[in-house]
């Protein structure tokens, strides 16, 4: 492509954000000039409902199993040598896109055993990595490989505004000139400390009451979730608030998507720019009496929101194709011209936004989690075995809790390690589970008759559907590159 022909990319990355618990609806700005003016996914997904993996996967376009990055303690050396070598940025860099990066990258980024703020992950022309997990305040940043500190002012130090004020002075100094803009805002992870003229916006609202909200224990899904009692009120309290807050929060988030389209509006050049607005994962908020987390492989954590503009996409469009984070790396390319790296799992959806859908497009994905092999901050070994007598709703020792501002919640368990095939067709419309645990345990839903998984069908279903889909999601594990598409069938009988 031609450098005069060369599209710009703005890709904003939020942390922990819903889909099916409403939180697009906060948005209103980006709802207007993403949705409204762009494309609107219906059937997004994640491969993996945790923040590292994920961010790796959508860093490089490959399942977990490909990238090895398996819990939040990732960015290691067998990262940095080998999958980050091959990131998004690498192969817009190459050819000839100025890159720019501003915000969570990797939970363990920064820190002295993945070699500190002077790595910059390869690719990036501009570099403000947030060291460590998400943070609003008293923060360490990476500037090109300099430690920056920054301290508790709002005016100089909130970290959604400080990489939207780095992207725009970016933006502006590069007009002209083909770039890649990548945002990783912290919001809405906990701790969700918000903006403080948004302090008064949506005071008493509550998480909604799902069918699943506070459906606990469960004796018939996997061991977590049959040692989880029910909230009581003072863990609704606190899943409420968390809420809330998230809400207040992706306020500064939708005021940055809005400076940004103001800014590329200004300079002339917003007609030659793609936008693209997605989650690492999605987030539950009281289902099956969990106050807040990700981790699970239930609709509510795997399902993100993913909007898109710009050249080619109409106003107003919405997309049923089943698209997944593997995606986004080589549609990121595809938007630059540049062709789909044979290493890359996923597939551009660009052709689908153009509203030239491939006569065959996938109707399954993978999504795969590991476990808690380190703790929510990606710095110490997890216990596998602590008792949390202090998390709220756990039945017995194992359980693991998670923190936010308000409290704990049990969210983990060691042996909360799954594989899933997610199936979207006319035909059927599932999710097989297969647990690595010591009772290989399965859970299996027919999302049209049971769309928040309230009862496991896998002992209602036929025994040869049951072992079809076993079938199937083993041919996704084996899967690398182009085969991940749609992974060819194996001929082998499976045990």
Known sequence: VAAADKKNVVFVLVDDQDLLLGSLACLNKTRSLLIDQGAYFTNAFVATPICCPSRATIQTGRYMHNTKVYDNGCGGTEWQEGPEKLNVAHFANSNGYKTFYAGKYLNNYGTKPVGGVEHIPPGWTRWFGLVGNSKYYDYDVSNNGTLEHHGSNYATDYFTDYIKNKSISFIKETAGEPFFVMLGSPAPHVPNIFAPQYANKYLGIKAPRTPSWNKAPNPDKHWLLREVGPMDEAQIKNSDLTYADRWRALQSVDDMVAEI?????????????????????????????????????????IRVPLLARGPGIKPGMKIDNMVVSVDWA???????GIAKPDIMDGRSWLPVAHGNAPSVWRDEIMVEYNGPQVDEYGILPADPNRATPSCPGALLPGVMCCGGEHGEAPCDAKNNTYACVRKLSPSENSIYCKFNDDQEFVEYYDINKDPWALQNAVNTSSPAHMEERFKRLKEFFDCSGNDCFIPPAQSVKIN
């Open 261 to 301: 389209v103001h800014t590329l509006e200004e300079l002339g050049i917003l007609d030659d720019t793609y936008i693209i607005y997605s989650s690492d994962h999605g987030f539950h908020l009281g289902e099956f009496g969990m106050g807040f987390d990700k981790r699970q492989l239930y609709e509510t954590d």
């Open 330 to 336: 080589p549609t990121i390319l595809d938007m630059m």
